[in-house]
């Protein structure tokens, strides 16, 4: 399929007070004999509910895999309980008033065998807690405490219990296991997930002949030109002297001709930027600014190819592989459109935070518990497409550098530089430039410096020009 697998099940919108932005509730109509595990959030009408709602959902999504059932009432509830039975492996109450009946408490847990989360305002929990005495697996949080740090936050609360019963995060697991193990487990575990871009058919396509060094530029040509839209982007694109390094003539190569003098790799890794770029359409319902988003990556991109090219850097592995720079730049920030598209919200959240505070979108998510953090969400996001273990590395560790490796310092370096000359992904992005990583890849202050006033002169309007062509 091209383009974006919005939805995998029906979705129904729930007519809560708080439109027109509302919790996005998906009953599951499923074959019990699927490998679905879920998440049923009971969820009282009221924007507090709201905003917690969608903060479980990022979480139990992201986090532990889980797909998200939703019913208004404790009715529906135990429909869905009885539908599912132990396939839902936690339940999270979202309401201003306490659950006074033991039986319906325990019905809810499944007398005991699935985690029951009990989520009021502070002056209703005591009143819940005693009307849950002596009942096991239960565990509360008080609103007014949900997103502050330890313990007693939601995401404390939830996660600690479900890691404690064997369900295991994967944010966390994606550091610890080997690649291909964690590719298999991601891929089951968000299989059933409905707000994770799937990459088109053809990215994939295209991916998988860039790396294979049998792959003549006839074979690249027959499968560009299966999409015809993206074959006249392409030409347009590539076309930039940001890529050729060279005005007038190019503006009458063919396809082929363009295939055969900038070689297969890099001609592929542009035809995926298109793709993507043309591909992953936003939903209606956020107000995620796409043409900024992609400005910064593809200047992030291009960034990391002059570096390279020119040899700007020293790079203690020898050359870097095309494709795996230009895809870890280029894919970068993927996680931000992640939470731009399906969790707007908690992004307006995180951006309010961030100007508030003078702070980095980073840090704004580092500030407010990290519960999907846009580098770990990219992660994910590319385990699920198989794009590569040095893709998903760079992707990971792009601010909070991990091993250092060269391919890291390059789009770390790159990602800076291009908020440096004006193309970050908000407005006003500082640049924050790692020591370790300038470093390590021999590049002093000066020299980055010189670097920004090189790309000023030549290259920022090229890349909104090539961003402009893309779209």
Known sequence: MCGMELFVHDRIAADFPS????????????????????????????????????????????????????????TKAAELLAQHGERIRCVCVIQDTEISSAVALQALGMQGKIRLFLIL???????????ASGLEAI???????????????????????????????LITDVESLPYDQIRQQVERRLRNINTLPTMPEIVMRIMRMVNDPKTTPDELERVLCTDPAIVMKLLQVMRSPVFTGTAGRTSKWTLKEIITRLGVKKVGAIAQQVKMINGLVKPEDSDFE??????????????????????????????????????????????????????????????????????SFRQAEIDMGDVAGHQRLGQLLLINADMGAEAVGVVGH????????????????????????????LPGDEPEFDEK?????????????QIKED?????????????????
């Open 19 to 74: 439109k027109p932005k509302t919790f996005k509730q998906t009953f599951m109509t499923t074959n019990p004999a699927a490998t679905h595990e879920y998440g049923l959030l009971v969820l009282q009408q009221g924007k507090p509910q709201q905003v917690l709602a969608k903060f479980l959902n990022l979480m139990l999504n992201y986090q532990y895999g889980l797909s998200i059932v939703v019913a208004p009432d404790l």
């Open 121 to 131: 305002p502070t002056k209703k929990l005591g009143m819940q807690r005693m009307a």
């Open 139 to 169: 565990s509360y949080c008080a609103w007014e405490q949900a997103f502050t740090h330890g313990n007693a936050s939601l995401q404390s609360t939830v996660g600690t219990t479900l890691e404690e019963g064997g369900i295991g995060n």
């Open 290 to 359: 796409l043409q900024r988003f992609w400005e910064h990556s593809v200047a992030t991109a291009i960034i990391a190819d002059k570096l390279c090219v020119e040899k700007k850097l020293r790079l203690a592995g020898g050359e870097l592989e095309f494709t795996d720079y230009w895809i870890g730049s280029l894919l970068h920030d993927i996680g931000k459109l992640v939470l731009g598209f399906f969790f707007w919200d908690w992004t307006t959240r995180l951006l309010g935070h961030s100007r508030n505070k003078s702070v």
């Open 398 to 425: 792009h601010h909070d550098l991990h091993e250092t490796t060269d391919l890291e310092c390059l789009v770390h370096l790159a990602d800076n530089l291009a908020k440096a000359v004006g193309l970050g992904f």
């Open 437 to 449: 990583a300038m470093a390590q890849v021999g590049v002093s202050a000066a020299a980055l410096e």
């Open 455 to 471: 790309l000023e002169e030549s290259t920022v309007e090229e890349i909104r020009t090539v961003v402009a062509q893309c779209m």
